[in-house]
């Protein structure tokens, strides 16, 4: 498997990468302060990083549920934290009619789960050129992510990495299978574990979904036991009064914790 090259900042499969940031892009406060948290603890650990934050969290439990900023205030809140900070970003897409003008500002594309299928969207998506990361859907098979990659580099982009975010257990539970980062990586192509979205509990809350933070810290290093070459974690200054997703979401000690644990692990595997 080749490196990816994100910006000419970071190497996938070189080091141990971190996609962190809010759930929301929620206010350029949150996103500025959360990024240079973690840029400056990714420095000090070593692990090479790149901020992610959505503009439109289309897929919530309410229809009433805030959304986010929306793609053109989004988008500019992003170009703001890549360019002050010098740090790649990364965003969720969800219609092909969003691939250009977010192309135009972030260095990788990202699948949500719910739609690692939609053929044309993963096609837009591998004709920006840009890196695309897929989430392997809630109700797929590691196996049959093979189709999403083969639709991305059907356009000659072959960069591509597949994450891994929990598998649909009975209601309001999701349990991770840590084979599927071994049979994924067969594939080809780097694995991403979403260590955050992986205790979340869709609907848990009734209109809202819940999560169990608790679990991050032990998942995320069960992944990097297993292998990983990028850890995927929602950070937030405040979890509990995050507008997306606080139940799942890490503080910054805690976040802190997490990555000098996986870290360790990660090491100690490329040592093998």
């Known amino acids: 498997m080749e490196f990816i090259n994100i910006a000419d900042q970071v190497f996938i499969g070189k080091k141990l990468t971190l996609i962190g940031g809010p759930c929301m892009a929620e206010s350029m406060e949150v996103c500025r302060e959360t990024a240079v948290y973690l840029k400056e603890l990714c420095a000090e650990l070593d692990i090479q990083y790149i901020f ?36 790649p970003v990364l965003t969720d897409i969800h219609e092909t009619i969003e691939v250009d003008p977010v192309a135009e500002v972030v260095d990788v594309l990202q699948i949500p789960a719910f739609l690692c299928r939609q053929t044309d969207l993963l096609i837009a998506a591998g004709e920006s050129g840009k890196v695309v990361n897929v989430k392997k859907g809630q109700f797929m098979a590691p196996e049959d992510m093979k189709g999403a990659v083969e639709k991305v580099r059907s356009t000659g982009n072959n960069r591509v990495m597949l994450t891994e975010r929990g598998t649909t257990f009975g209601y309001h539970n999701l349990v991770v299978d840590m084979r599927s980062l071994a049979v994924m990586r067969e594939l080809g192509v780097p694995v991403v574990f979403d260590a955050t979205h992986s205790v979340q509990l869709p609907g848990g809350q009734g209109n809202v979904s819940g999560g169990q933070r608790q679990f991050i810290a032990p ?19 405040n979890p509990d009064m ?5 139940p799942n979401s890490l503080s910054f000690e805690e976040a802190r914790t997490v990555l000098k644990e996986v870290k360790a692990i990660y090491e100690l595997n490329r040592s093998r």
Do not use: W
Not at 242 to 246: F, I, M, T, W
């Open 52 to 87: 992610k934050a959505s503009f439109d969290k289309a897929n919530r439990s309410s229809g009433s549920s805030v959304r986010g900023p929306g793609m053109k205030k989004g988008l500019a809140m992003l170009a703001e934290i890549r360019d002050s900070l010098q740090l």
């Open 219 to 237: 998942l995320a290093r069960a992944a990097a036991a297993v292998g990983i070459d990028v850890l995927f974690a929602e950070v937030h200054p």
């Open 242 to 246: 995050a507008l997306s997703d606080g």
